[in-house]
Structures are given as C-alpha cells and as structure tokens.
C-alpha cells in the first residue's frame, strides 16, 4: 500500500531533550516536507527536499533540522525543543512537480 | 505576498442541506489550486487540484470551481460522513503550498 508513515504518533517531552520525529515513503517520491499544524493558523511548511541530499528552508523553519541521506526518509529533528514547538506534525510527499501530495498521519508533540 | 483565506471558519448543516465553502487567494502566478479533506486526528487527504479560471471538478457530492481571486467546494445534499474540516491550498512555485486555516463543516442528520 502507497503511504507516508510517521513515528511517533504521540510524543510528550520537556524543554531542551533532542528528539527525532522520522518520515518514510514508499512511493519513490523525489519531494517532501514537514508541515506543522496550529489551531487558526492552517499547515505551515517548515522545510522541504527536492531530493536526496537537497533540502530547503520552508516558512517556519526555526528550531528544526531536516536531512534527507535516503529518497525514503526524511527525519524532522528537534536539537533542544521548546513549549512553543508544542504542535501537531505532518510529513507530506509527491512526486515533482504538482502532482498529488500526500500526507502521513501526523505526529502530536507536547513539549513541557 | 501569497495568501489563503478560508470562510466560514465552521459551518453547521443538515443532512441534504446544500451550502458552499469559499477560498480566497492572492498568489503571484497561479500553478495550481488544491482542496483536502481533513478528519479529526489524521492527515489530510487531497480531492481536487485546479489549474486555471474556469475549471471544474466533481467528486460524488462535491464540486470544485475556480475563478481568478477565489474557489468555492460546493457540497450538494450533504451525509453526516462528509463532516470534516475542508482546507485550502494554492502554489504560486514549484516548492510549497500556502495553506488556508479550513472550514470545519458538520452534517447533521
């Protein structure tokens, strides 16, 4: 089955402790993103790669790292997370161009 | 500076009532219009892509059009299970999508 998958689905941590969020496609997409979620404020894109090793900054993209080493993965790192990163997190991929995004299931993150 | 803006926020139906979400943008150059349905704890999932003024789409109960400064997804005769927030999006380049905030809508029996 065609998917976007994410991990963790939930994850609740303090101030300061690194945490990876990971990403994986098995559609051999060459795009993909992160996007977070905030109540009236609508997807926001944090970053975003074109391809292996190509990745770019989004609207939001402080507090966050992203590396792209594998076309399937692309992990959403926090180094030293903080409450105002307290959002709901989607990766997305598509093919190039404007084709059909699709959306993985979405990770909630509560930083205290 | 390219923008989205959804309206209503929420809105409120019976079942069969037919209604209309709008989406209004400003964006330097068009490349595509894109509507998703999201449901409540999951990703959101793509409906329709529009690519110029004039252009329509359908998907069983719903229609998508487009003009030149806004879309509008026209639900016709509305079931609980299309209670969902509707969102928005435009690309005015190759590498992101702006999103709107969405509409919630509810269907009521």
């Known amino acids: 089955e065609a998917q976007v998958t994410q991990n963790p689905r939930y994850l609740i941590t303090v101030t300061g402790k690194k945490l990876t969020v990971t990403c994986s496609q098995n559609?051999?997409?060459?795009?993909m993103s992160w996007y977070r979620q905030d109540p009236g404020l609508g997807l926001r894109q944090i970053y975003y790669?074109?391809?292996?090793?190509?990745?770019d900054k989004g609207d939001v993209p402080e507090g966050y790292k992203v590396s792209r080493k594998e076309k399937r993965n692309f992990p959403l790192i926090l180094e030293s997370p903080s409450p105002n990163q307290t959002s709901l997190y989607f990766c997305?991929?598509?093919?190039?161009?404007?084709?059909?995004?699709?959306f993985g299931p979405g990770t909630r993150l509560l930083v205290l | 500076e390219d923008q989205v803006t959804q309206s209503p926020e929420a809105l409120r139906l019976q079942e069969g009532e037919s209604s209309s979400l709008n989406c209004s943008y400003t964006?330097?150059?068009?490349?595509?219009l894109f509507w998703y349905r999201q449901d409540p704890g999951k990703g959101p999932e793509f409906l329709f892509t529009?690519?110029?003024a004039g252009e329509e789409k359908e998907k069983e109960r719903l229609k998508a059009t487009l003009t030149k400064k806004e879309s509008f997804l026209h639900i016709t005769a509305p079931k609980p299970e299309d209670s969902a927030t509707y969102l928005c999006?435009?690309?005015?380049?190759?590498?992101?999508?702006?999103f709107g905030a969405g509409t919630r809508l509810a269907v009521h029996p």
């Open positions: 997305a991929s598509r093919p190039t161009g404007l084709e059909t995004q699709y």
């Open positions: 559609m051999n997409h060459e795009y």
């Open positions: 790669s074109m391809n292996v090793e190509a990745t």
């Open positions: 964006v330097s150059g068009l490349r595509g």
């Open positions: 529009l690519y110029s």
């Open positions: 999006a435009v690309s005015g380049g190759y590498n992101k999508l702006i």
